[in-house]
């Protein structure tokens, strides 16, 4: 059995709109996973149902064999990160860190070992003495961190805590918090909208769609393999084909036939590649390949993006810069079959 299980876990708002529909998820001890997805997808819904915050119409949620769906939010021992930091501003870092063990009456001597352990741990050391409003954004999303892990919660919950830092330092504190993670051992459920962010830290992603998680994998293989159409394109596919099935090819609307080589399932009737993965065709080929004209070309840098108007539709294709085409070029556009993806609607 999985450390963490949700089971059937349905969520209404105001007994009419429905968040969360029938939602399952298991996580292993010690795993980061991550729910991503676009706003109003369920997955902060998600989060605080886990917490205690929101209490589930359906369903049941357990860690550790223990059922804990109807158990209060201060009886859960979960350790909780937002993207506000919520430190107490007339309390210095130590005494912020320090908060949850006094809490949990702890003897003094037991709640200074963990605390400056835990400053050592995030290298908050030399910051023991100062205020939240002395310190730069990541120095305090490292301080609610440090605060979150120093009770050693069974369960570490974060909702975007890298929401308010700038670029730069966003990507630093993900590394931090996968350093930290990872050194601990702690079971960690993390909320993001940012698939970069959530595909560099995650053990396994959770993409949600309307309260439903659509696809729960490996970063690699959500990022390579989509399964649906909505996953596809969130993740930044942008070339989609209908396709029938013709024995043991498929045949886009305009009669082009193609191969594929990836796995599929019977539903499967989408075919879709990604700009990068386009090719030029001067080999004359019959199977995989679309006639186009080019319409609108964007110069990229290294390469250039075109949209190719064909008879399937129109594709965005990215070519190198060296050999640019003209508006109004004809082209014929190979679609390799091991980059062509199968996906459900």
Do not use: W
């Not at 009419?16 to 996580?27: N, S, T």
């Not at 909780?80 to 949990?104: C, E, I, T, W």
């Not at 989408?270 to 080019?294: K, Q, S």
């Amino acid at each position: 059995m999985a450390f963490m299980t949700l089971e059937n876990i349905s969520v209404c708002y105001d007994k009419k709109k429905q968040i969360l529909k029938g939602l399952d998820l298991e996580v292993e001890k010690g795993e980061l996973v991550s729910l991503l997805g676009p706003s109003g997808c369920g997955k902060t819904t998600t989060l605080r149902a886990v917490a205690g915050f929101i209490e589930p119409q359906e369903g049941t949620f357990c860690l550790d064999g223990e059922d804990l769906t109807r158990v209060p939010v201060h009886k859960r021992n979960f350790g909780l990160v937002f993207q506000s930091y919520a430190l107490f501003p007339h309390l210095s870092v130590y005494d912020n860190v320090a908060f949850g063990l006094k809490m949990r009456k702890m003897g003094k001597e037991e709640i200074d070992r963990k605390v400056k352990s835990m400053l050592e741990i995030c290298g908050l050391t030399d910051l023991a003495d100062r205020f939240p409003q002395q310190m730069s954004g990541g120095q305090r999303q490292r301080v609610a961190l440090a605060r979150a892990l120093v009770i050693e919660p069974k369960l570490l919950l974060l909702d975007e805590p890298l929401s308010n830092l700038d670029a730069k330092l966003r990507v630093n504190m993900r590394v931090e918090i996968k350093r930290l993670q990872k050194k601990l051992g702690i079971t960690t459920l993390f909320v993001t909208h940012d698939q970069e962010e959530c595909f560099s830290i995650s053990d396994k992603v959770a993409v949600m769609n309307q309260g439903v998680i659509e696809q729960y994998d490996s970063p690699e293989n959500i990022y390579r393999r989509p399964k649906t159409e909505f996953v596809a394109r969130f993740i930044g596919f942008e070339n989609f084909l209908n396709f029938r099935k013709e024995g043991s090819r498929y045949a886009a609307e305009n009669g082009a036939v193609f191969s594929v080589e990836t796995p599929h399932e019977e539903d499967a009737l989408i075919g879709t590649i990604r700009p990068d993965d386009i090719e030029i065709d001067r080999e004359g080929r019959r199977e995989n390949v679309l006639e186009g004209t080019v319409g609108v070309r964007t110069f990229l840098g290294k390469s250039y993006q075109y949209e190719v108007s064909t008879g399937a539709g129109k594709f965005m294709v990215n070519m190198r810069a060296e050999e640019p085409f003209k508006e109004g070029d004809s082209i014929r556009l190979y679609l390799p079959e091991n980059k062509l993806i199968l996906v459900r609607k």
